[in-house]
């Protein structure tokens, strides 16, 4: 809990400079952003718990269901500032955006899928849905994969720091195809 709370500092910090700050819009824009670049962290770091632990011996799973929530809700509030602050919820700004930025699809379509995963991410849901679990929260491949595929289309132009996110993330699926290390 420590760990999850530590970790939201950054939101509180972002949220308090687009209410006290003095330029609301500008703030919500850059923070929109950032939150989003947070929730694709926290998605590639809960990626790289088993592989950590499988090559490196490195146990780390107790961190991976927080790094998957905190994941959610960084995306979550990205959401909520584009279509509430951002957009104000306008059905034709929103029409346009979906229609003619292939990026928003990407991204709520990702934002879905954490979605799924958080909200059965408690042991109550693990329990009653046994081995269906394992199945659905296999979608946090396609997650990455979408999250991915939103920062790179997010820019207009070639932009280096989304290409390396997006490596980030096909090594971070790559090394789960890999055979385990021998025993010496």
């Known amino acids: 809990m420590l760990f999850y709370a530590l970790f939201m500092v ?10 006290c700050g003095p330029d609301h819009g500008h703030a919500a824009v850059v923070q929109e952003h950032q939150f989003g670049l947070y929730a694709f962290r926290f998605l ?4 790289l718990v088993s592989p950590l632990r499988r090559f490196i ?3 780390c799973m107790v961190y991976r269901r927080p790094l998957g929530l905190l994941a959610f809700t960084y995306a979550f509030v990205h959401a ?9 919820m306008d059905p034709e700004r929103l029409q346009h955006d ?12 990702a934002l879905l899928f954490l979605s799924m995963l958080a909200a059965t991410s408690t042991r109550g849901a693990i329990r ?5 679990w394992v199945r659905l ?7 990455a994969v979408l999250a991915s595929v939103h920062f790179c289309l997010a820019f207009r132009t070639w932009h ?15 090394v789960r195809r890999l055979p385990p290390r021998r025993a010496a």
Do not use: N
Not at 10 to 15: D, E, N, Q, R, V
Not at 128 to 132: A, E, H, I, L, Q
Not at 160 to 174: D, K, N, P, R, S
């Open 10 to 19: 950054p939101l509180g910090i972002g949220l308090q400079e687009i209410w």
């Open 44 to 47: 590639l770091f809960s990626l």
């Open 57 to 59: 011996g490195v146990d």
């Open 80 to 88: 909520a500032l584009y279509f509430g602050w951002i957009t104000r």
């Open 98 to 109: 979906f229609v003619t930025r292939p990026l928003f699809v990407f991204g709520t379509l």
């Open 128 to 132: 009653r849905m046994g081995c269906r």
């Open 137 to 143: 929260h296999r979608l946090v491949y396609v997650a």
């Open 160 to 174: 280096l720091e989304a290409f390396i996110y997006a490596g980030c993330t096909m090594g971070a699926l790559a």
